[in-house]
T-cell receptor, first 113, second 115 residues
Framework: DQQVKQNSPSLSVQEGRISILNCDYT??????FLWYKKYPAEGPTFLIS?????DKNEDGRFTVFLNKSAKHLSLHIVPSQPGDSAVYFC????????????FGTGTRLKVLA | DTEVTQTPKHLVMGMTNKKSLKCEQH?????MYWYKQKAKKPPELMFV???????INESVPSRFSPECPNSSLLNLHLHALQPEDSALYLC??????????????FGEGSRLTVL
């Protein structure tokens, strides 16, 4: 049972345009969400997070939006750069007890120059 | 120092071998994690240690045995593995006391091949 899903396995975007990566979750107990970027043969690198008390968080070119009623979050990258090409994972956790991070299936982003 | 260091980077072992994966962090983090990732799949949680005590075991087979000798080190002992256990094993840590941010810091992983 996949509790965190990314329904688009891949996405191609022109350099300078906006990239939108989507993530859906099923467990209403999740209240903390993160996005990670992963290059081949490397560990995931943290990008940005959001708590369920917010609906938006920005950090430079990266913005995460959370829609709790729809159990949906999205990552916007503006403007997209070729160096952003990687696999992006969303992750979800509860903030009670031990944080148990559950990862989504990943979306491979390709930014075309 | 913001690194999680994993050794070895690559490991090939037979089904009868005993080997260990090691993970080290010096960020003062008190929660450490083992994940397993197969190709084109998300990282899957295996174990979580909190303050050197095992707090989560995601029903992992006993041929995988975790150990946390101190707050900086995390080991994964491997014995009698199967070829389907071949995967990238990722270690991660988190500063347990920081309730406002909770990102995991990952190592680069140990690529395991079981023959």
């Amino acid at each position: 049972d996949q509790q965190v899903k990314q329904n688009s396995p891949s996405l191609s975007v022109q350099e300078g345009r906006i990239s939108i990566l989507n993530c859906d979750y099923t467990n209403s107990m999740f209240d903390y969400f993160l996005w990670y970027k992963k290059y081949p043969a490397e560990g995931p690198t943290f990008l940005i997070s959001i708590s369920s008390i917010k609906d938006k968080n920005e950090d430079g070119r990266f913005t995460v939006f959370l829609n709790k009623s729809a159990k949906h979050l999205s990552l916007h990258i503006v403007p997209s750069q070729p160096g952003d090409s990687a696999v992006y994972f969303c992750a979800a956790s509860t903030t009670s007890g031990t944080y148990k991070y559950i990862f989504g299936t990943g979306t491979r982003l390709k930014v075309l120059a | 120092d913001t690194e999680v260091t994993q050794t070895p980077k690559h490991l090939v072992m037979g089904m009868t071998n005993k080997k260990s994966l090691k993970c080290e962090q010096h960020m003062g983090h008190r929660a450490m994690y083992w994940y397993k990732q197969k190709a084109k799949k998300p990282p899957e949680l295996m174990f979580v240690y909190s303050y050197e005590k095992l707090s989560i075991n995601e029903s992992v087979p006993s041929r995988f045995s975790p150990e946390c000798p101190n707050s900086s080190l995390l080991n994964l002992h491997l014995h009698a593995l199967q070829p389907e256990d071949s995967a990238l094993y990722l270690c991660a840590s988190r500063h347990e006391a920081r309730a406002t941010t909770g990102e995991l810091f990952f190592g680069e992983g140990s690529r395991l091949t079981v023959l």
